[in-house]
């Protein structure tokens, strides 16, 4: 093993422009190694987490389907991997796993260097009910934006969700339908959206929002996001995932190196993936 070889730990995952940023921080900063795909389905995980055990990598990044899995399989969790019971950063240490989530302050680093940090009090929607949902609700309950409301198309998961996060801040599940949310979604701060689902999909009218409302997709490509464009014509404030992608990224590359991360080279390579995979 080089110095600091790392993985980005997932399944479906080869699209991912995560390698191109994170190697082009490493060269950034003069750190050989490497950064690269590890795709295991779920029932080869646990071998993969012996390799990382044994010296195989410095440590990882955890993308779909594994976040709860390697959280559970962790040696000890630090911080938001605690309280969300959810892990995207591990580091190797004396072949002990710690366990990780740069998710929600991802999410909060994104929305403050875009000038979008919500105002406080008016409230805030999270569509999804997934990983990104839940450091969503995370992110947006340190603001604090005021009530936080979930919806899934599976109502059953937003609740789960509040539940799971009940000891940490308050999410009020509410059902996935245009109808039932548009009180909600007239008067909230923040509306993000935290699916794979396009405007198309989402129980969402953007001519209800309120004036001042700042639209968050988690979404980053294909560019521009659809909802971002349409809030946007529509005079609302708005923002992909591509800032919240660089900055939780990132803040793995400090755990993992100890370094300032070498922003602005980062930035530029993302930009430079996401753009190429859409040509
Ligand atoms: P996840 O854990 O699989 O959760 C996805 C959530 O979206 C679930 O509630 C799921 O519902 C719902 N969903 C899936 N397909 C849907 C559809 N067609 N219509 C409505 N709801 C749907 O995934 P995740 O990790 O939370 O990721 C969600 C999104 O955030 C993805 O687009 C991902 O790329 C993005 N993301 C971005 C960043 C970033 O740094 N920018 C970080 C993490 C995630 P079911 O349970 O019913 O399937």
Redo the contacts with the bound molecule.
């Keep these: 093993m080089s110095p600091t070889d790392l993985w980005l730990l997932g399944h479906g995952i080869a699209a991912s422009p995560s390698p191109r940023m994170q190697e082009a921080a490493l060269r950034a900063r003069g750190i050989e190694g490497s950064y690269r795909i590890v795709d295991v389905p779920p029932d080869e995980l646990g071998a993969a987490l012996r390799r990382l055990r044994t010296g195989a990598a410095r440590g990882a990044n955890v993308?779909?389907?594994h976040?709860l899995a390697v959280a559970a399989a962790c040696d000890r969790l630090e911080g938001d991997a605690a309280l969300v019971g959810a892990v995207?950063t591990v580091v190797v240490e004396e072949g002990r796993l710690l366990g990780a989530n740069t998710?929600a302050a991802?999410?909060e680093g994104?929305l403050r260097a875009a000038g979008l940090w919500p105002a406080p009090g008016r409230g805030a929607v999270v569509?999804?009910?997934?990983?990104?949902?839940?450091?969503a609700l995370l992110a947006l309950s340190r603001v604090p934006a005021g009530p936080l409301w979930v919806a899934?198309?599976?109502e059953e998961?937003?609740r789960l969700?509040a539940e799971r996060l009940a000891p940490v801040l308050e999410a009020a599940p509410v059902p996935?339908e245009a109808a039932a949310l548009e009180r909600l979604l007239e008067r909230a701060g923040t509306v993000v959206?935290?699916?794979?689902?396009g405007l198309a999909?989402?129980p969402l009218r953007l001519e209800r929002l309120g004036a001042g409302c700042t639209v968050v997709d988690?979404?980053?490509r294909p560019r521009p996001v659809d909802t971002v464009a349409a809030a946007g014509a529509a005079g609302l404030r708005a923002c992909?995932?591509?800032?919240?992608?660089?900055?939780?990224?990132m803040l793995s590359f400090r755990r993992w190196t100890g370094l300032e991360p070498p922003w602005d080279e980062a930035r530029a390579a993302l930009l430079a993936a996401v753009d190429g995979m859409i040509r």
């Design positions: 993308t779909i389907p976040k995207n998710d991802g999410l994104a569509l999804g009910a997934g990983g990104a949902a839940a450091a899934a198309r599976r998961a937003a969700l996935w959206n935290a699916t794979p689902s999909g989402l988690l979404r980053y992909d995932g591509l800032e919240m992608l660089l900055h939780q990224g």
